[in-house]
């Protein structure tokens, strides 16, 4: 399914090289994938053989390093974009529904908006899953609107200096509770296993994480990476708990609206706008979508994953159906230790 577009209208700058040099840096990326692949440390995969270790961070070696090859050596950021970056299973699908609605509320009424028939990974997409795309038209960057919506699960310090150094464009980070993220996490990739594997069970997904070999691990790394930086650049980078938005939605959708530079006026808070995006948005309502339950999300030409796993429960605090009392005192004591002194805290 091609990325949704909001409208017809794009900005005229070009974000991938033109095509007279396009095939010479693609052969480079290329090349360099190549050559980096072999040399890399591996851990056991969640769903594929293995990961390998770039730069510090686990990544699957076919399509994560590829992918993030690719943004560092061609991506071009607008002044204009905004990113959604997130450690995976930390709520990046919700974020993805309330900052589309949030950016195009005056675009489209609550009644038959575009998030009621379209999924929120087609409105948001991934921008480092689709790079590679052959078929340009099913996700054109130079044709999409400003202000470009793209995801990623990238760890900031991967990130090329045009993304980070760049004045205006801005980064929203869903964290969430390690305990869920795991337990999230490993439920999720479960489903996605191929048939000929055997199930990963929780106790080896448990000690995989805790040393960090997980997609876009070690998770502490990733959310201190984001965290340290929205300390330094707080207008750059806003950096939000999944927990937060489960107990105030109304207060931090209002935080979003103000970052990004679509505050809400008065007379739209007086009209229920807020109220309408936070219900929109909501895993009751979006987890019973037709579209939420019955489509398929091509992420890359080899990863393709029914909506519906997107929504499970959506709570906070399923880790407690799961984890031992061993495993909760061992996960909380290892993120106690590596986020001591950042200022950073997750709930216990
Ligand atoms: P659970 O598995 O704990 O239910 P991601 O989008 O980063 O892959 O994260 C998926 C997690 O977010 C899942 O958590 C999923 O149920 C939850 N989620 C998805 N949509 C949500 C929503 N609208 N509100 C709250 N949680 C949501």
Redo the contacts with the bound molecule.
């Keep these: 399914m091609a990325a949704f577009q909001p409208s017809l209208e794009c900005d005229n700058i070009s974000n991938i090289h033109s095509e007279q040099t396009d095939s010479d840096l693609i052969q480079k990326t290329d090349e360099r994938y190549r050559e980096t692949l072999p040399n890399l440390p591996k851990g056991k995969g969640w769903i594929t053989k293995h990961l390998v270790q770039y730069q510090g961070f686990w990544l699957t070696p076919n399509a994560a390093l590829k992918n993030l090859m690719w943004v560092q050596d061609h991506f071009k950021p607008r002044p204009t974009d905004i990113f959604l970056a997130?450690f995976?299973?930390?709520?990046?699908?919700?974020l993805k529904?309330l900052i589309f609605a949030t950016v195009n509320r005056t675009r489209y009424g609550f009644a038959d908006h575009p998030l009621l028939t379209t999924g929120p990974h087609d409105c948001f997409p991934f921008l480092d899953a689709h790079l590679q795309e052959k078929d340009r038209s099913r996700f054109d960057l130079d044709r999409f609107p400003s202000p470009r919506l793209l995801s990623i699960h990238i760890p900031y310090i991967l990130l090329p200096n045009s993304m980070t150094d760049h004045q205006s464009c801005r980064f929203v980070y869903?964290s969430r509770d390690p305990k869920?993220v795991l337990?999230?996490k490993w439920?999720?990739l479960n489903k996605l296993r191929p048939k000929d594997l055997p199930p990963i069970s929780l106790e080896e997904a448990f000690e995989l994480f805790c040393q960090g070999i997980s997609h876009y691990g070690p998770f502490w790394d990733h959310v201190l990476g984001y965290w340290e930086a929205s300390l330094e650049t707080p207008e750059k980078i806003l950096f939000l708990k999944?927990e937060d938005l489960?107990k105030e939605p109304l207060v931090v959708v209002k935080r979003l609206g103000d970052f990004l530079g679509y505050p809400f006026s008065l007379e739209e808070e007086s009209k229920g706008v807020v109220e309408e995006i936070v219900k929109l948005?909501?895993?009751e309502n979006?987890?019973t979508l037709e579209v939420n339950k019955v489509s398929e999300q091509k992420f890359s030409k080899d990863t393709i994953i029914d909506n519906r796993h997107?929504?499970?429960?959506?709570?906070v605090g399923?880790w407690k159906s799961y984890l031992t009392t061993e495993m909760v005192e061992r996960l909380d004591e290892i993120t106690y230790e590596k986020l001591l002194g950042s200022g950073l805290v997750f709930g216990s």
């Design positions: 997130s995976p299973k930390s709520g990046t699908t919700w529904a869903i869920d337990v999230s439920l999720f999944y489960k948005c909501s895993f979006l987890s997107f929504f499970r429960k959506g709570k399923d």
